[in-house]
């Protein structure tokens, strides 16, 4: 367990330089991500920082046991690294939404063929229809791409996330199984601090290359982990509560709202406009950190230790984000506002 600690200690200060060293090859090329609209910051700031993983793809290499997964080093590299390309080519050229579409789909074609993603057949056994899984599953992974890009919308925020459900995934190895064999998940840790220290104080941006590559990193241990029966669809879901909220209500509001013009690009989230009016990212993910780490998580405890069941614990997890999104979406009010003008 020393061990651990030092080469822990060791990650975490070796992944801050090479940071460094990224973002100022970032910076000399041109990677900047200017202030938008839709955006919440008002100055240029370094983008495509999902390049940065690149190093943690080398690291595997030494920590990954080359039996472990069914796929090699090679292949798993690859597909990441693929990520990673694809993404720094959008940030730098900003590709149409139909090229990105079809790169999503690929992913999803990669990981049903060769990486074996049978989230639904374990989700859903009784089915036994191999089309209809073939396309519940690619829905689901470009689905859950798009998911974590709409995360990666203010500073911190998905790198929280990300942090919060290594967190669990690891609390729960360690209390039910065992953590020495995933100390590849581990490893990742440091390298998520050292982004978020840079990243909450508007350093740098993962863009695409980090949004895509977190993504298919997630779907990746999502299925190994859900097809050796370590988590269920159920983990997911109190981890995920609140984006899985703020996406649910917001995605009924601008439908009711917008009509078919409500899946145009917004910012109608909740952060989003709790970011605009406050003009502060580190206070929503003060919140976010309080809600995931004091709240959520012992509830999350009392579900691995089977002390309460499934259902209590899912309603006790959205009580708080249900009532964040209703007093911070926008769209509440300007449903409010198109009603009295009707009145009128």
């Known amino acids: 367990m020393s061990i651990l600690i030092l080469y822990f200690i060791f990650l975490v200060f070796a992944s801050l330089f090479l940071l460094k060293i990224t973002n100022t090859i970032l910076k000399y090329f041109n990677f900047n991500s200017s202030p ?27 920590v990954l046991d080359a039996n472990f997964f069914e796929n090699s080093y090679i292949e798993i ?20 939404k139909l090229y990105k579409l079809l790169f999503q789909i690929f992913l999803a074609f990669t990981l049903i063929f060769l ?18 899984y073939f396309f519940l599953n690619i829905f689901f992974i470009v689905a859950f791409i798009n998911f974590i890009n709409f995360i990666d919308g203010s500073d911190g925020n998905l790198i929280l996330f990300v942090f919060f459900i290594i967190f669990c995934l690891v609390s729960k190895l360690y209390i039910n199984y065992s953590v020495d ?84 690009a917004h910012r109608d989230h909740a952060y989003q406009n709790f970011c605009y009016i406050n ?49 911070y979406s926008p769209l509440i009010k300007k449903i409010n506002d198109n009603l009295h003008k009707k009145k009128l």
Not at 44 to 61: N, R
Not at 223 to 238: A, P, Q, S, T
């Open 36 to 62: 938008t609209t839709r955006g919440l910051h008002d100055l240029p700031i370094t983008t495509s920082g999902g390049v940065y993983f690149v190093f943690y793809l080398i690291l595997l290499f030494f």
């Open 181 to 264: 064999q995933y100390i590849y998940i581990i490893y990742f840790i440091p390298f998520l601090i050292s982004f978020y220290l840079f990243n909450i104080n508007k350093k740098i941006f993962l863009g695409d290359s980090g949004s895509i590559f977190l993504g298919i990193f997630l779907l990746f241990n999502f299925n190994y982990f859900i097809n050796k029966k370590i988590i269920y669809i159920e983990d997911v879901l109190i981890i995920s509560s609140y984006f899985i909220t703020d996406m649910i209500i917001t995605f009924i509001l601008r439908a009711y709202h917008y009509g078919f013009n409500s899946l145009t």
């Open 279 to 327: 003009k502060n990212h580190k206070k929503l993910n003060f919140y976010l950190f309080i809600y995931n780490f004091i709240y959520l998580f012992p509830l999350y405890f009392l579900y691995l230790k089977k002390i309460i069941s499934f259902l209590p614990i899912m309603l006790f997890s959205l009580i708080p984000p249900i009532f964040f999104v209703i007093k």
């Open 115 to 132: 990486f074996h993603f049978k989230l639904f057949q374990n989700i859903f056994p009784l089915i036994k229809i191999d089309f209809i």
């Open 77 to 96: 590299f690859i597909l990441l690294l693929s990520t990673i390309i694809f993404g720094i080519l959008d940030d730098k050229i900003n590709f149409r």
